[in-house]
């Protein structure tokens, strides 16, 4: 097995008027784990199934390593796809549904079967063969999922969500596991989600889509450090957001003036005097107020949450609410009114845009 | 308030209690009547006249020298003869009625797009048409076109006609609860779209092939209206059935109904019995 | 369609398509245009010219007769007339009695009354001019059979004349025949509605279960039987009229008996007994999915029954009566058992027995295909209306 580079050319999907994905150009690197990320109905399955085969882009061409693609049906592409509903096959057995594939390539019986152990031996699911997958765990039904498509040896594995219908455990638990086997076998895998903290955890890179538009590429350090729209600021973690208009942009920082006086960022979108912006700080950057510290404000803590390693502190200003995350270091959390500061370098002021919540 | 508000709906609940019960005995009195008369040695059916015990109406009876002395089922050679056509009849619109409706469901259930209204309506079309009309037409086509005389043949296609769209209504009911994901994986793993359908969908299928194949074995047993128009010289036991109850009733009739209910009740255990043990 | 043939592949939809193809062009289509085709082919068949060809060939057996009669005669006359005793009338048939040319037979009498007395001399000149009377009408009967033959011939082909050389009988028994099938879908919603609502609304799903297999039994048995059942009730010694003997409401030993078999309302009885599945279940499958909640809240705003069925239960039950309505007018104006079977000797027939009669007896094909398509048109309008009125689309009627 291995993985091959996939690369989308001005490819976009309208379902009559509606656009589910307008033109993107994006490569994938072969043998990278790349994430798509996004609310629901963005259209990240619509991209996934234009890799596969399943749709016919409306424009735009599907290319997989180097190969134009677009008009193949999906049993004709180097592709293998896990779908939400995983797909499993209820009237076969377990080794049955791995060895699917190789059966329709009318690989005999007995090889068959010896592939099919080895592949749930990868996933650790020996012994299971001859169940059928209702009498599975969801969990052991999702590796099954994954030996089955392993089984016809992609060079790009394509996954859908896989993990939504697990629990949280069960979920964290198979991110490893599907990490394991994405570096075992060197298969490029683009893996879906709307779980900004799974595609953070797993991949590579990631693209954030927003509304068939992909807003940002990157790889995980980026998009969480530097996001580069106000979507994606607020889509990838917590933030706290202040509004202001600019006032001065100098040496690539940006002043805004806001209800707490005059804050200050990185000026990431080159703003000019004048604009509507917006500033983030991460909650874990903002602290009670230090020396170091170029930037302050006053605000009242209303609630303190343990976290475990951490505090969530929830401030008010005004109508300001503000998030901070303080280091668990055995003291109780502050109460009333505090002074936090950040330092300029931390924030980051974007253009005034949407937002992932309201 | 709710007391005085019981009282008519109690009422209203009784009626229809009662009614029930009196359209049960409308509904299985006339089958105990003739089912008693099958056991009745007066050669007209009736359950009332009675004339003792017998069973010579299913087995017959003959003299030592075998001439016949009753007419029973044995002797009825064209009831006998009428059985083998009606079968016959049944395999042959099983073998067309089931692909063709299982054709058209996967047709409808996959085309979508405009066509799909037009298309529905037309194969279902045969179910809307009185039983008359459609064998009256297939006699007229199958000799004006082709010189095919009006006979067994003509009467199975049709009887596939309208029982084809019955398993039509039935494959599309169960494609439509199919989660299409399960061919597309297929697809996805390499098969082709035969190999997909012949170890996914058809297997999925199944139970409900078995369940098209069984109504359109009772359909076409049981359709008069149409196999007599189309049957042209030849005869089922159903069209013979009709023919007897025009010119010279017997109890050999109330035999065969007798036989008919007995089927039935075995089958209903049969099938009773199969769903306990798959829900155990 | 692209999209099947990448779904299924070129060899599986191809397949798909040629099967669907089939079952519409060869067991739909075609044979109803066949149908149509001859309903409006006018085909002459003994008709008027037929009758005077008729004519005319029984009037050249006649003149073939005298001049048998003719020449016995002559040669009576030449030999003299002697031993002229006429025979005893026998069955004029002249090819049967051909006479052997050694032995001269008595010829026949064309009025064996005033023969006897008649000099064989003036007889023959009688016949003679008689003969000449009926050559002439021969030439016109002929004349008048060619120019009607012609007529026919012109008319034949594409026409209405199927329809319009319908008796006014016909078209009586064919608008009967719908007013009695709507008769019978009134009676059996009637009959039935109530059925369905307690099988819908039963307190355990098991008796719900209890009650479709009862009233699926009865179904198991063969249409013929369930017809065959009832005659044995309605026979004059049947069991309604053995009963009312019994209450001595009637003399069955005084010839007493009620005919009940071919009359219309054992037919509606019978023809209600033999489809009412068709309306019981369509109209239980659509009360099972109203909410009992609903009838309770009903109940508890004080509504009474009749108000609850037809505020409530009623208008959720439209899609199911419809089919209803619709499965059971189908079958019964089309219904060939029932009334043939029940009522043999009914008048007047319903039509599919004129329809039955037109194709099996007297072999006219045509008029038979004209009044099934009549049969058909009928059916269809009937569910336009019923589509239009309870306002449900195709979709939910074929289920
Ligand atoms: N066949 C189709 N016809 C019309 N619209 C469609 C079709 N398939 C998808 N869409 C629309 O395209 C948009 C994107 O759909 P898509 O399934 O790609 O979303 P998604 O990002 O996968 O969402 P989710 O996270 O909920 O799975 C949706 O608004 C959907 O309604
Ligand atoms: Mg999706």
Redesign the interface.
């Known amino acids: 097995m291995q993985g091959q580079e996939v690369a989308l050319e001005r490819l976009g999907m309208r379902f009559g008027e509606f656009t589910a994905v307008e033109p993107t150009d994006l490569t994938i690197k072969a043998g990278e784990f790349f994430s798509i990320l996004g609310p629901s109905g963005c259209g990240k399955t619509t991209i996934l199934r234009m890799v596969s085969g399943f749709q ?1 882009p409306s424009e735009g061409r599907v290319l997989i390593g180097g190969q134009d693609m677009t008009a193949l ?2 049993n004709k592409r180097p592709t293998a796809l896990i779908f939400q509903t995983l797909a499993l096959f209820p009237l076969m057995t377990i080794w049955e549904n791995v060895a699917f594939g190789l059966e329709a390539q009318g690989v005999p019986k007995a090889q068959r079967r010896k592939r099919a152990e080895e592949l749930l031996d990868l996933v650790a699911l020996g012994g299971q063969e001859e169940k059928r997958p209702a009498q599975l765990s969801g969990g052991q039904r999702q590796r099954v999922a994954v030996a089955r498509a392993l089984a016809v040896e992609p060079a790009v594995l394509l996954l859908d969500e896989p993990l939504s219908a697990l629990d949280l455990k069960l979920r964290q638990h198979m991110r490893a596991e599907l990490k394991t086997i994405q570096r075992r076998t060197g298969v490029t895998f683009i893996y879906i989600t709307h779980d900004q903290g799974e595609a953070l955890a797993m991949s590579d890179r990631v693209a954030v889509m927003r509304a068939g538009r992909v807003e940002q590429v990157g790889p995980t350090e980026e998009i969480y450090n530097r996001p580069a729209t106000s979507f994606a600021a607020t889509f990838v973690g917590e933030n706290n957001l202040f509004r202001g208009k600019t006032t001065r942009a100098e040496g690539g920082l940006a002043e805004i003036s806001t209800p707490f006086g005059l804050l200050r960022g990185e000026n990431a979108d080159s703003l000019a005097l004048g604009e509507e912006a917006m500033l983030f700080i991460r909650p874990e950057r903002l602290a009670p107020a230090r020396p170091e510290h170029d930037l302050r404000l006053k605000a009242q803590v209303e609630r303190a949450d343990l976290e475990g390693p951490f505090f969530n502190l929830f401030l008010r200003a005004g109508d300001q609410r503000i998030l901070l995350q303080l280091p668990n270091e055995g003291a109780t959390p502050p109460e009333g009114e505090m002074e936090l500061g950040f330092s300029s370098r931390d924030a980051r002021v974007l253009r005034a845009g949407a937002l992932a919540h309201g | ?2 007391a ?2 019981k009282a ?2 109690d ?2 609940g009784v009626i ?2 009662a ?2 019960a009196l ?2 005995g ?6 105990l ?2 089912a008693g ?1 099958a056991f009745n040695a007066n050669p ?6 009675w004339r003792g015990f017998t069973t010579d109406w299913f087995t017959g009876r003959t003299d030592e020298a075998g001439r016949v002395l009753v007419r029973g089922l044995p002797q009825e050679t064209r009831f006998l003869q009428g059985l083998k056509h009606s079968i016959l009849i049944a395999l042959g619109v099983i073998a067309i009625s089931v ?2 409706g299982l ?2 469901a ?2 409808l259930t ?3 797009g405009r066509a799909t ?1 037009p ?16 064998g ?7 000799r ?2 082709f010189g095919v005389q009006a006979g067994l043949f003509t009467a199975m ?1 049709a009887q ?2 309208f029982i ?2 019955y398993c039509m ?1 039935m494959f599309m ?1 169960r494609l439509q609860r199919q989660d299409r994901s399960l ?1 597309e994986a297929a ?1 996805d793993l390499g098969a ?3 190999f ?2 012949r170890r996914v969908t058809l297997p999925y299928l199944a139970p409900t092939i078995v369940a098209a194949s069984a109504i359109a074995f ?1 359909q076409s ?5 149409t196999t ?2 189309a049957i042209g010289s030849s005869w089922t036991l ?1 069209t013979e ?2 023919a007897r ?2 010119f010279g ?1 017997s109890p050999t ?2 035999a ?2 007798v036989i ?2 007995l089927l ?1 009740v075995v ?2 255990a049969l099938w009773a019995f199969s769903l306990r043990k798959k829900t155990a | ?1 692209g ?2 043939i ?4 070129r ?3 191809g ?3 040629a ?2 193809a ?3 062009c ?10 149509i ?2 309903a409006f082919h006018y085909e002459a068949r003994d008709g008027a010219a037929a009758q005077a060809v008729l004519e005319a060939n029984r009037l050249q057996q006649r003149v073939a007769t005298m001049e048998f009669d003719i020449r016995a005669l002559e040669r009576e006359v030449a030999a003299g007339g002697a031993g002229a005793a006429p025979a005893a009338p026998s069955p004029s048939n002249p090819f049967a009695g051909l006479p052997s040319p050694g032995a001269p037979r008595p010829g026949f009498a064309p009025s064996p009354g005033g023969a006897a007395a008649e000099a064989p001399e003036a007889r023959l000149e009688r016949l003679k001019t008689e003969r000449e009377g009926l050559t002439a009408s021969i030439a016109g009967a002929r004349a008048e059979a060619q120019r009607l033959r012609a007529e026919e011939v012109a008319a034949q082909g594409w026409s209405l004349r199927n329809f319009t050389l319908m008796s006014p009988l016909h078209w009586r028994i064919f608008g009967l025949t719908l007013v009695y099938a709507l008769c019978v879908t009134v009676l059996s919603f009637l ?1 039935c509605y ?2 369905a ?2 099988a819908a609304q039963a307190k355990t799903p098991r008796r719900t279960a209890l ?1 479709l ?3 699926t ?2 179904y ?14 309605l ?1 004059n ?3 309604l009229n ?1 009963t009312l003997d019994a209450l001595g409401i009637i003399d069955l030993s005084q010839g007493g008996a009620v005919r009940w078999l071919a009359s219309n309302g054992s037919v509606f009885l019978v023809m209600v ?1 033999t489809y009412m599945l068709f309306m019981v279940f369509p109209i239980y499958g659509s009360l099972e999915t109203l909410d009992r909640n609903q009838i309770e809240a009903a ?2 705003l ?1 509504a ?2 009749w108000r609850i069925h037809w505020r409530v239960a009623l208008p959720h039950a439209r899609p199911g009566v419809a089919v209803g309505a ?2 059971t007018f ?2 019964a ?5 029932v009334p ?2 029940v009522g ?1 000797g009914l008048h007047p027939d319903w039509f ?1 027995q004129i ?2 009669r037109n ?1 099996f007896e007297s072999n006219n ?1 045509n008029v ?2 004209a009044q ?2 009549l ?2 048109v009928s ?1 269809t309008i009937f ?1 336009f209306l019923v589509m239009r009125i309870f306002r449900v689309g ?2 939910e ?3």
């Open positions: 016919r049906p999906p | 308030m709710s005085q508000t008519p709906a009422w209203s229809l209690k009614y029930v359209f049960l409308f509904m299985f009195l006339p089958i009547l003739m008369a007209t059916p009736s359950a009332l006249d692909p063709l054709a058209g996967l047709l996959r085309l979508g209204g298309l529905y309506t037309a194969l279902v079309s045969p179910l809307l048409t009185p039983g008359i009309v459609l009256v037409s297939t006699m007229i086509f199958w004006d076109a296609l596939s006609c084809a769209s209504l009911a061919e697809l082709s779209g035969f997909a359908f009772l047993n049981e359709n008069y209206n007599f128009f159903v059935i009709g109850m025009r009733v009739i109330n065969i109904g008919f209910i039935t089958f209903a | 369609m999209e099947m990448r779904f299924y592949g060899f599986l939809t397949l798909i398509l099967l669907v089939f079952w519409f060869a067991l739909i289509l075609m044979p109803q245009i066949s149908m085709q001859r009959v109530p059925i609502y307690a009650l297999l009862a009233l039994i009865p198991a048995l063969n249409e013929l039987l369930r017809i065959f059942a009832w005659t044995m009730i026979a010694q049947g069991l053995q007994y109940k508890d004080g009474s029954s619709i499965m189908m079958l104006v089309g219904s060939l058992s043939q079977l043999p599919s329809v039955n194709f094909w038979g295909s099934a398509l049969l058909l059916c569910i195709i979709r009627i074929a289920r």
